[in-house]
């Protein structure tokens, strides 16, 4: 009997220590790097035990703008010093004397540090290249010149770049295969998101240090650098975007009190992003609450009379546009007289320049009596009902978007809509259910800059390895779908330079500009109202010079009352900035 239970206990201690030993090569050589549900670096966490350590980059790809200069961080020449210095003698005075900054001022900084730090932090003080030779040359363990990423307090077109975040569901979910730590940063918005799975970091650039229990220097004060060491990775994003005219536009936005709404600018030759701004902004505190991370540019708003474009568009094509018949603008669409703006008998290039609602309402329902689908193939044909963003394949993603967060435009939500004369007279003027990004009417009027040619609006031109090389070019794309006539084109070029040199037209504020202005105002009612006041979208809809079209722009104001909100000294201000930026003024 008891032989029996010394040969059970025996059993049970063998079954035990060989749990035990499994459990052990499971951590030291099966599961090190990917422990747990959770996939914790077991490496990395026993690392952090036994060592302090500063970061120098945190491997996560870059942003650049088309001149390759950073836009989310900066590259700042630091002064980094390890907490150690204050238990041993060391050259202050040449630092301080190199540095420009006090001796007492250096070893206070040490006095209450537990980790190596940037002197300075989080406005650090940044150092010239002579300086920072000078400072190494001097060889003090424990006190280093370098150049060390930080992100930007103030990033400019930050809704287009978005967020990143950790998410450990998100993580696993969206990349199963890849062994990643629980801390890697996610793109949760913007291109952010579109480019996170380029952005993924391989790891971290750092200097190191080992330390006992108390933070002392464990194998004396060698400091060493760890780096992925790999040329390629990380990868910079190079957009669209010009830095300098970003900054430029960000300031005029906010100049002129816009609190929803914003402005983009494209190149019509490129067809790509130069100027993004959505406001209102986001909140820096906390960034996923309100909406400032809405990109409003790329979401879908009432346009007004920024859809007469459209409608007119179709009228040439449908032979409406006859130059001799006069329309009576005194005269709302539904029939009423027009108090407000009783303009009398007016031809088609003036009811447009003068953006008459009766004008364009009845052509709606005459070119619905046509082809109930008219509305929508015009404005499918000017690219205002699908996506305008590059997309197309890129490695293994066959359907790669650099814009995931862009909205499609709409004419009707039902057929029934489609057959309806009221509605298609309220469509005609961009009311009823019209909807299109402020993305897609600048796209509309770069189309139609070019004479007809459809084409992707880029946001990015190329990805970059670290060293310099290219990984993906995102070359010009065309849209896909029917294209309006070199002659309607045409057509559609000489209104909307009407709309400005009419002494009457709605953009006659543009005449004086250093650039020839071609364009479309736009005022939608919303439906919505600030103590019972109607609120309206604003907006003004261009491309300039007129003779040789170099950019699109729009500009628009949500949600404002019809007394106060206008975007035309906005859109005046951007012209002439553009100007000076052209000629070297500024």
Known sequence: ??????????????????????????????????????????????????????????????????????LTHKKVSVLVLFPFLKNMEWDVEAVASISGISEYSLKNALEDANKPFAYGEPQPIELTPSQMEKINKLEIPGVFAIEKKFERSEILAEQLIGLTGENVEELKKRYPNKELSEKTLLGVSGLEESFDEFLLPEGKSKLVYHVDGDGAPLFGINVKYVDPANPFYPVNIKTTIDKSLQQKSEELVDQHAIKKGGLVLLDIESNSVLASVSRPSINKSDPYSGSGITNRMLKQEIMGSIFKTVVAAAAIDNSLDDPTRLFNCSKKINGEPELKYNYGMLSFTDSFARSCNRTFGELAKELQKIDKNMLEDYAEKLSLTGTVGWQGEVYHTENFKQLVDEDKGRVFLTEEAKKDQNYAAMSGIGQHEVRATPLAVANMMATIARGGKKEMVRTASKIEYKNGTTMVTFDNKPLSGDTISPYTTMKLQKLLREVVVNPNGTGKWFQDLPYEVAGKSGTAETGKYENDKQLHNKWFAGYFPYQNPKYALVAVNLDVLDTEGGVNLLFADMVKMLYEYDKGLQ
């Open 1 to 70: 009997m008891i032989r029996k239970r010394i040969k059970g206990l025996l059993v049970l201690c063998i079954i035990g220590l060989l749990i035990l030993t499994g459990r052990l090569i499971q951590i030291q050589l099966v599961q090190t790097e990917t422990f747990s549900k959770h996939n914790v670096n077991l490496l990395e966490e026993s690392v952090k035990q036994r060592t302090q350590e500063l970061v120098i980059d945190n491997g996560r790809g870059n942003f650049l703008d088309r001149n390759g200069e950073l």
